[in-house]
């Protein structure tokens, strides 16, 4: 099932631009439009999940197109009102008229994301949209005894209650054997609920904060009744809070709480956790293990991997069709993978894009891998040189190199990079556009 797709109608390049930056790391499908002419003939030819609509536009004001769209029924799906001068009047008027809500201008992320998440739920199609997004590739891929291992690991913990610790480098494909396993068990008709560790970044120690957050956290439990919780990444959780939220867990844990609701916890971490916490998951929560391979262990699937992402950019993109000389795929064979399932995805996507209809040729594979080693070998030259610059410029050169490694590291999300830099969202879009970083490259 395709994204969920979001209009954003906006006068202001800058805004429309750092919208659509948002909603596209969030996983959303984002069309922009200029004026209310523009947007009217989008609606026209595309059916959008939800409308961002600025109130202040020199063709036709949006409180004006909105009641257009509402009374000639052109428009079905929520419509939330931004505006940098807006009134309570203006607000009013907007959800008299039918409006979803209304966010002032300058925009945060969180109220944005939050604003928008809650619209795309009240959508009547929303419901279906979040059961089937993913199921694409989750099943893991592969015929070799360690993938065939996994699926059937995967599927004896699926028959368990207890929960489940996934342990993998990155890029193994940690959050994907969650939903594979979840869907599974006898609670996939219940959501997999997904925990973000930037939550717990941003606790500043206090008791209030964490009693704020335990409050949250046996809400989301209560309401995802005989569902599953699932803590992502945990390792980037800095490493004086990972101590403390295991505590609250076990606190929830011996409180029955995870039992009383009937809800599964499923936490992932990096093989490179510390022994201390993850024996604190085992053992404390009697949890069930299991491990993804890395790549390099595995390299005989290699070939089904390449055939199954050809296949899933061409199904889901529209990636023209482009297959895998023997000499191209010996090239894979013979490569390190540090970067797991997700750099041999990133490497196949970049083929797919700057090719035409022709065969993927060794060339092509040597001259990609090549470039991803170079940065690699001229980062101690690199920071050496900055010894030699003023200031101001060695500061910005190490910021553009130190978010470039990072991105490389959480591939390409920005909502990662915002909890492994410890920056809010907002702030790092800028910062990115600063630096001339294109997090989609």
């Given at each position: 099932m395709p994204a969920e797709k979001i209009l954003v109608v906006d006068d202001e390049p800058d805004i429309c631009t750092l919208v659509s930056e948002i909603l596209s790391d969030e996983g959303y499908k984002v069309a922009v439009a200029k004026n209310a002419k523009s947007a009217c003939e989008k609606v026209e030819n595309t059916e959008y999940d939800l409308i961002l609509l600025d109130i202040w536009m020199p063709d036709q004001d949006g409180i004006t197109l909105l009641k257009e769209w509402k009374e000639n029924h052109k428009v079905d799906c929520p419509i939330i009102m931004m505006s940098g001068h807006g009134t309570v009047e203006t607000a009013v008027e907007a959800t008299r008229l039918g409006a979803f809500g209304f966010i002032e201008k300058p925009l945060t992320t969180a109220k944005l994301i939050s604003t928008a998440h809650k619209a795309l739920d009240a959508h009547p199609q929303k419901e279906q949209v979040r059961e089937d997004k993913g199921s694409d590739w989750l099943m893991p891929v592969g015929s070799s005894d360690l993938i065939e291992e996994l699926i059937t690991n995967s599927k004896r913990c699926a028959k368990?209650?207890?929960?489940?610790?996934?342990?993998?480098?990155?890029?193994?494909?940690?959050?994907?054997?969650?939903?594979?396993?979840?869907?599974?068990?006898?609670?996939?008709?219940?959501?997999?609920?997904?925990?973000?560790?930037?939550?717990?970044?941003?606790?500043?120690?206090?008791?209030?904060?964490?009693?704020?957050i335990k409050s949250e956290l046996i809400e989301s439990i209560r309401k995802n009744q005989s569902g599953a919780i699932y803590l992502e990444n945990f390792n980037a959780i800095k490493e004086p809070i990972q101590q403390r939220l295991v505590d609250l867990l076990q606190q929830l844990q011996d409180a029955n709480v995870f039992q009383r609701f009937d809800v599964r916890l499923t936490v992932g971490v990096s093989s490179e956790i510390s022994k201390k916490v993850r024996s604190l998951f085992h053992i404390g929560f009697g949890m069930l293990r299991i491990e993804l391979p890395p790549l390099r262990d595995h390299k005989e699937d290699i070939?089904?991997?390449?055939?199954?992402?050809?296949?899933?950019?061409?199904?889901?993109?529209?990636?023209?069709?482009?297959?895998?000389?023997?000499?191209?795929?010996?090239?894979?064979?013979?490569?390190?993978?540090?970067?797991?399932?997700?750099?041999?995805?990133?490497?196949?996507?970049?083929?797919?894009?700057?090719?035409?209809?022709?065969?993927?040729?060794?060339?092509?594979?040597?001259?990609?891998?090549?470039?991803?080693?170079?940065?690699?070998?001229?980062?101690?030259?690199?920071?050496?040189?900055?010894?030699?610059?003023?200031?101001?410029?060695?500061?910005?050169?190490?910021?553009?190199?130190?978010?470039?490694?990072?991105?490389?590291?959480?591939?390409?999300?920005?909502?990662?990079l915002a909890e492994v830099v410890g920056m809010e969202r907002t702030n790092l879009y800028r910062k990115l556009r600063a630096l001339g970083i294109n997090s989609k490259q």
């Amino acid at each position: 099932m395709p994204a969920e797709k979001i209009l954003v109608v906006d006068d202001e390049p800058d805004i429309c631009t750092l919208v659509s930056e948002i909603l596209s790391d969030e996983g959303y499908k984002v069309a922009v439009a200029k004026n209310a002419k523009s947007a009217c003939e989008k609606v026209e030819n595309t059916e959008y999940d939800l409308i961002l609509l600025d109130i202040w536009m020199p063709d036709q004001d949006g409180i004006t197109l909105l009641k257009e769209w509402k009374e000639n029924h052109k428009v079905d799906c929520p419509i939330i009102m931004m505006s940098g001068h807006g009134t309570v009047e203006t607000a009013v008027e907007a959800t008299r008229l039918g409006a979803f809500g209304f966010i002032e201008k300058p925009l945060t992320t969180a109220k944005l994301i939050s604003t928008a998440h809650k619209a795309l739920d009240a959508h009547p199609q929303k419901e279906q949209v979040r059961e089937d997004k993913g199921s694409d590739w989750l099943m893991p891929v592969g015929s070799s005894d360690l993938i065939e291992e996994l699926i059937t690991n995967s599927k004896r913990c699926a028959k368990q209650n207890a929960s489940i610790l996934i342990q993998g480098e990155e890029g193994s494909g940690r959050t994907k054997l969650a939903h594979y396993i979840h869907q599974l068990s006898e609670r996939s008709k219940r959501p997999l609920l997904m925990i973000s560790c930037k939550r717990f970044n941003e606790l500043d120690g206090s008791d209030i904060g964490w009693a704020s957050i335990k409050s949250e956290l046996i809400e989301s439990i209560r309401k995802n009744q005989s569902g599953a919780i699932y803590l992502e990444n945990f390792n980037a959780i800095k490493e004086p809070i990972q101590q403390r939220l295991v505590d609250l867990l076990q606190q929830l844990q011996d409180a029955n709480v995870f039992q009383r609701f009937d809800v599964r916890l499923t936490v992932g971490v990096s093989s490179e956790i510390s022994k201390k916490v993850r024996s604190l998951f085992h053992i404390g929560f009697g949890m069930l293990r299991i491990e993804l391979p890395p790549l390099r262990d595995h390299k005989e699937d290699i070939p089904d991997l390449i055939n199954h992402f050809i296949d899933y950019f061409c199904s889901n993109e529209n990636y023209p069709y482009r297959k895998c000389s023997i000499a191209a795929q010996n090239a894979f064979l013979h490569h390190h993978w540090p970067g797991n399932l997700t750099e041999l995805k990133g490497v196949l996507q970049q083929l797919l894009i700057i090719g035409g209809e022709q065969e993927i040729e060794l060339k092509e594979v040597q001259q990609i891998l090549q470039s991803q080693q170079e940065p690699e070998n001229k980062a101690s030259a690199g920071l050496d040189n900055l010894f030699n610059l003023p200031l101001r410029e060695a500061r910005e050169a190490f910021e553009k190199h130190y978010l470039i490694r990072q991105l490389e590291k959480v591939d390409g999300s920005v909502t990662r990079l915002a909890e492994v830099v410890g920056m809010e969202r907002t702030n790092l879009y800028r910062k990115l556009r600063a630096l001339g970083i294109n997090s989609k490259q």
